[in-house]
């Protein structure tokens, strides 16, 4: 099954490597192996966590403190709404999901 980040989830992504990257470089090679690890999660089972709400759901990453928010297309495709620090802002990422088709 694929996947496809919504532009704001794969900008979250890309600033979290480098943030990672920029406390140790290796780590943000970690957290980008983390976050396709719970991608992989979600495509291979992707109603295997509960839903959030309407249709949303979260696949955690192991090591750090962020979930990946999603939802399956129609089409079978998994839609990555974010790539969401788990301790702040909550719920920001609601707006996205509007824009389903």
């Known amino acids: 099954?694929?996947?496809l980040?919504?532009?704001e989830a794969e900008a979250e992504f890309w600033q979290a490597v480098d943030y990672y990257a920029q406390i140790r470089?290796?780590?943000g090679h970690e957290f980008a192996m983390e976050t396709y690890a719970?991608?992989?999660r979600a495509t291979e089972f992707p109603e295997a966590w509960?839903?959030?709400e309407d249709g949303i759901r979260r696949s955690l990453?192991?090591?750090f403190p962020y979930g990946i928010l999603y939802y399956q297309k129609n089409d079978g495709v998994v839609f990555i709404v974010a790539?969401?620090?788990l301790h702040r802002v909550p719920d920001y990422w609601r707006g996205r999901y509007r824009?389903?088709?």
């Open 5 to 7: 980040f919504h532009p």
């Open 25 to 27: 470089p290796e780590l």
């Open 61 to 63: 990453l192991n090591r």
């Open 83 to 85: 790539v969401a620090h």
């Open 50 to 52: 509960s839903e959030l």
């Open 38 to 40: 719970a991608i992989e």
């Open 1 to 3: 099954m694929s996947f």
């Open 99 to 101: 824009e389903r088709e």
